[in-house]
């Protein structure tokens, strides 16, 4: 079974919450017969050539905060698998919706992006041209979006590192009929992105990314610090309430603050104290 590696996103300014990934996307992988490895947004920079090794490719998640920790290991997966790729090693990555932001900023798109009104929003493609990515037949009609910001057409043609390195499959509009890039992919690198949600989205499948993910022959075993062993089934009301109050939170596997093999500072200097005899 191929394995897809997915950074849980952290909480919205919570404290005490924990990281997690909406079932929607699980569900989504795991019925295409694809394994989802939960990788911790606190996992050290150094474990990601590790982790890298023990995935087939990365799925980076819509979310609704741009948390800087998160962020910063974005990059450094994006990093690793561009390097990897140029050296002939296939690692496919797919991002949607906050992960497509990501992947734009990675190759220099101008950040922040610029606001739109797409929030809980359906709406046509409008396609560009054909690439490797499968678009099925009718995305013409309908698909989701739910963000806050987007890059258009004219900023992405303005980055020489973006229009260089991938090609515009797809546009859509927001509420106010402001355009804006919809779907990417690379020109000779298997990175893909997607500005709306196609887990949400009726007749789309990962079924093409999973043949990228076949492509790959990668088979290490993960870092001790990266294992994730316990996760609960909730709501993820906490995150999504100031931008979903009209609905019903969606649910999510949602993992430990702490996980094993990685401690938090605070935790961290507690022991080290009562290691010395601290009567704290």
């Given at each position: 079974?191929?394995?897809?590696?997915?950074?849980t996103?952290p909480?919205?300014?919570?404290?005490?919450?924990?990281?997690y990934?909406?079932?929607s996307v699980?569900n989504?992988?795991?019925?295409?017969?694809?394994?989802?490895?939960p990788?911790s947004y606190?996992?050290?920079?150094?474990?990601?050539p590790?982790v890298?090794?023990?995935?087939?490719?990365?799925?980076?998640?819509g979310?609704?905060?741009y948390v800087?920790?998160?962020?910063?290991l974005?990059?450094h997966?994006?990093?690793a698998a561009?390097a990897a790729?140029?050296?002939?090693?296939?690692?496919p990555?797919?991002?949607?919706?906050?992960?497509?932001?990501?992947?734009l900023?990675?190759?220099g798109a101008?950040w922040p992006?610029?606001s739109?009104?797409?929030?809980?929003?359906?709406?046509?493609?409008h396609?560009?041209?054909a690439?490797?990515m499968?678009?099925p037949?009718?995305?013409?009609?309908?698909?989701?979006f739910?963000?806050q910001?987007?890059?258009?057409?004219?900023?992405f043609?303005?980055?020489?590192?973006?229009k260089?390195s991938?090609r515009i499959?797809?546009?859509?509009?927001?509420?106010r009929?402001?355009?804006y890039?919809?779907?990417?992919?690379?020109k000779?690198?298997?990175?893909?992105?997607?500005?709306f949600?196609?887990e949400l989205?009726?007749?789309?499948?990962?079924a093409f990314f999973?043949?990228?993910?076949?492509?790959s022959?990668?088979q290490?075993?993960?870092?001790?610090?990266a294992?994730?062993?316990?996760?609960?089934?909730t709501?993820?009301?906490?995150e999504?309430?100031?931008?979903?109050s009209d609905?019903r939170?969606?649910?999510?596997?949602r993992f430990?603050?702490?996980l094993k093999g990685?401690?938090?500072?605070?935790r961290?200097?507690?022991?080290k104290k009562r290691?010395r005899?601290s009567?704290?």
């Amino acid at each position: 079974m191929r394995r897809v590696g997915i950074i849980t996103m952290p909480p919205n300014d919570v404290p005490g919450a924990a990281s997690y990934i909406p079932m929607s996307v699980i569900n989504w992988f795991r019925d295409a017969g694809i394994q989802v490895v939960p990788i911790s947004y606190r996992l050290r920079p150094r474990d990601v050539p590790a982790v890298l090794q023990h995935v087939n490719g990365l799925f980076l998640q819509g979310g609704p905060s741009y948390v800087k920790s998160y962020m910063r290991l974005v990059s450094h997966f994006l990093k690793a698998a561009r390097a990897a790729n140029a050296a002939g090693d296939h690692f496919p990555v797919w991002g949607t919706c906050h992960g497509f932001q990501l992947i734009l900023k990675e190759f220099g798109a101008p950040w922040p992006l610029t606001s739109v009104d797409s929030m809980v929003w359906s709406a046509p493609l409008h396609l560009r041209e054909a690439g490797r990515m499968y678009i099925p037949a009718g995305a013409e009609a309908t698909v989701e979006f739910s963000h806050q910001h987007a890059i258009t057409t004219a900023q992405f043609n303005s980055v020489n590192s973006l229009k260089d390195s991938f090609r515009i499959l797809a546009t859509a509009v927001d509420r106010r009929g402001q355009e804006y890039i919809a779907a990417i992919e690379h020109k000779t690198q298997p990175i893909y992105g997607l500005q709306f949600h196609p887990e949400l989205t009726s007749g789309w499948s990962p079924a093409f990314f999973k043949a990228e993910l076949e492509k790959s022959t990668h088979q290490g075993v993960l870092p001790k610090g990266a294992v994730i062993k316990s996760a609960t089934r909730t709501r993820c009301s906490s995150e999504w309430a100031p931008y979903h109050s009209d609905l019903r939170p969606p649910t999510c596997l949602r993992f430990r603050r702490t996980l094993k093999g990685i401690r938090s500072r605070s935790r961290s200097r507690s022991t080290k104290k009562r290691r010395r005899g601290s009567s704290d």
